[in-house]
């Protein structure tokens, strides 16, 4: 298995609901990324996880909060976004930190 | 901090070469990589470099030189299939290794 998958793919939200994005990779990497890309423009880094433990939390809102429950897995629950959260929600991993990144599809999310 | 240019669009013909320039001003510079995205869709790894020269791969070939900030993205036999935006994004060590993306460069290919 070569790939990252990403559940899932399209999601409306209300600005009270709770939901979870989730992504998993089954190539034995033990980075994994969350990030947050708006049209017409390159992907910012939201979290990182390295072995399972978050190490790089770009000052994202607590309304946004990762979970890493296993090495193949990473969610990131969401709840009383703000339609600007709007946006390509993308989960990417790599073997560590220091390797290349490898992209899932993607959630599309749209809070009205 | 770290400072990533790239043409913000292009365009060319079927059949013919592109280069797609990069530069970055960066402290603690550990390489370079290119990505595809097409609309909609995840980015796709394209190259990588961190010594100076050349890395081909196929119609794609990516240049890096240290002493300058600067790197070319080089599309040979351009496919309509090759209409995407291109990324060029560069890793620092003194941000944990962590990819900082350039706002990309739309590639439109004409027949």
């Known amino acids: 298995d070569t790939e990252v998958t990403q559940t899932p793919k399209h999601l409306v939200m209300g600005m009270t609901n709770k939901k979870s994005l989730k992504c998993e990779q089954h190539?034995?990497?033990?980075?994994m990324y969350w990030y947050k890309q708006k049209a017409k423009k390159p992907p910012e880094l939201m979290f990182v996880?390295?072995?399972?433990?978050?190490?790089i939390n770009e000052s994202v809102p607590s309304r946004f909060s990762p979970e890493c429950p296993n090495s193949s897995l990473l969610n990131l629950h969401l709840h009383a976004l703000q339609p600007e959260d709007s946006a390509l929600y993308l989960c990417?991993?790599?073997?560590?930190?220091?390797?290349?990144?490898?992209f899932g599809p993607g959630t599309r999310l749209t809070v009205l | 901090g770290q400072n990533i240019d790239q043409p913000t669009e292009m365009t060319a013909t079927e059949g013919a070469i592109v280069q797609i320039n990069c530069t970055y001003q960066?402290?603690?510079?550990?390489?370079l990589f290119w990505y595809q995205q097409h609309a909609g869709e995840a980015p796709t790894f394209l190259s990588y470099?961190?010594?100076?020269g050349l890395e081909e791969k196929g119609r794609f070939s990516s240049f890096l030189s240290r002493s300058k900030g600067y790197s070319y993205l080089l599309l040979k036999e351009l496919q309509m299939k090759d209409s995407a935006s291109y990324l060029c994004?560069?890793?620092?060590?003194?941000?944990?290794?962590?990819?900082?993306f350039g706002g990309g460069t739309r590639l439109m290919v004409k027949p």
């Open positions: 990417a991993s790599s073997q560590a930190t220091s390797n290349e990144q490898f």
């Open positions: 190539m034995g990497h033990r980075a």
């Open positions: 996880y390295s072995y399972e433990k978050l190490s």
């Open positions: 960066t402290s603690g510079f550990n390489g």
């Open positions: 470099n961190v010594l100076d």
């Open positions: 994004a560069v890793r620092e060590e003194n941000a944990g290794n962590m990819l900082t």
